[in-house]
């Protein structure tokens, strides 16, 4: 899904930076707008690979610093697959 279509579906919508490459879709709940959908092992895969990260820092670098960056209703949502 590129963030062109994204956009027009949510404008409001919030990305994870610098993970693109992990993005999935969208998500979908009652009363809700839809919100980025990202494949958490895609982004664990990003933070290996371009920060240089071992699998154990980029689990708590996701927990922490992404995930745990919760900024509003129109956060992502990170699924894992």
């Known amino acids: 899904m590129t963030l062109d279509k994204i956009s027009k579906i949510n404008s409001e919508a ?3 930076d610098g993970f ?3 993005i999935i879709g969208m ?12 494949d958490y092992g895609k982004c ?6 371009r920060d240089g990260m071992s699998s154990e820092e980029s689990i708590e670098h ?11 209703v129109y956060s992502p949502v990170f699924i894992m697959k």
């Open 14 to 16: 919030l990305l994870a």
């Open 62 to 72: 996701m927990e922490y610093n992404v995930i745990g960056a919760y900024m509003g």
């Open 44 to 49: 664990l895969d990003v933070l290996k690979e």
């Open 20 to 22: 693109e490459d992990a």
């Open 27 to 38: 998500c979908m709940q009652f009363g809700q707008s839809p919100v980025v959908a990202y």
